[in-house]
């Protein structure tokens, strides 16, 4: 049995154990945000799925953990060739809420591949993310209909547009 000092550091008793599993209590919790956010909370339901595509391996995963931490199933991949591969001519499953994509990828740019997935099928809603703020990028996002932001962003800035997507996808 893992002793509470293992588990939590130096803080408990050395002796102290974890009470085994039928002996701990059943906890109901609601968790609420210290951010405001227009929908309400921004824990979600874990079968929204967020399909995350960033060539840059520290922005991916920290763009992944912001979105894992508040409840979303993320699958992020390097490249629009990764996401092509994997989905092989079909469209997003409809688990997918929202796709997050950096405009500038090598090979295949995010513009192109939302192109591309309109194609083959339904699309959920879209944030293109850049570090390059440029007005024909904004624009071209915006005949995309999908949503725009500049790198280097807030973790609640993508989780607003984030909520509002899912909300928008639902409605």
Same mark, same amino acid.
């Not at 979303?72 to 409809?94: C, I, P």
């Not at 915006?142 to 547009?161: I, V």
């Given at each position: 049995?893992?002793?509470?000092?293992?588990?939590?550091?130096?803080?408990?008793?050395?002796?102290?154990? @974890?009470?085994?599993?039928?002996?701990r *209590?059943? $906890?109901?919790?609601?968790?609420?945000? #210290?951010?405001d956010?227009?929908? %309400?909370?921004?824990?979600?339901?874990?079968?929204?799925?967020?399909?995350?595509?960033?060539?840059?391996?520290?922005v991916?995963?920290?763009?992944?953990?912001?979105?894992?931490?508040?409840?979303?199933?993320?699958?992020?991949?390097?490249?629009?060739?990764?996401?092509?591969?994997?989905l092989?001519?079909?469209?997003?499953?409809?688990?997918?809420?929202? @796709?997050?994509?950096?405009?500038?990828? *090598?090979? $295949?740019?995010?513009?192109?591949?939302? #192109?591309?997935l309109?194609?083959? %099928?339904?699309?959920?809603?879209?944030?293109?993310?850049?570090?390059?703020?440029?007005?024909?990028?904004?624009?071209?996002?915006?005949?995309?209909?999908?949503?725009?932001l500049?790198?280097p962003?807030?973790?609640?800035?993508?989780?607003?547009?984030?909520?509002?997507?899912?909300?928008?996808?639902?409605?």
């Amino acid at each position: 049995m893992e002793s509470a000092a293992a588990r939590k550091g130096s803080e408990a008793h050395p002796n102290e154990q @974890l009470p085994s599993a039928p002996e701990r *209590p059943k $906890i109901v919790a609601t968790i609420t945000s #210290r951010w405001d956010f227009p929908l %309400g909370a921004c824990i979600v339901h874990t079968s929204h799925e967020v399909v995350l595509v960033e060539d840059d391996g520290g922005v991916r995963r920290a763009v992944g953990r912001i979105l894992q931490g508040s409840g979303y199933k993320v699958d992020a991949y390097e490249s629009a060739e990764a996401l092509l591969d994997l989905l092989q001519g079909s469209a997003l499953r409809d688990s997918c809420c929202c @796709l997050v994509c950096d405009v500038r990828l *090598p090979g $295949i740019s995010g513009f192109e591949l939302h #192109r591309r997935l309109s194609e083959q %099928g339904p699309i959920p809603p879209w944030i293109f993310i850049t570090a390059h703020d440029e007005p024909a990028v904004q624009r071209q996002a915006e005949r995309d209909g999908a949503a725009y932001l500049l790198k280097p962003f807030e973790g609640r800035a993508l989780l607003q547009l984030v909520a509002r997507s899912t909300h928008a996808a639902r409605a």
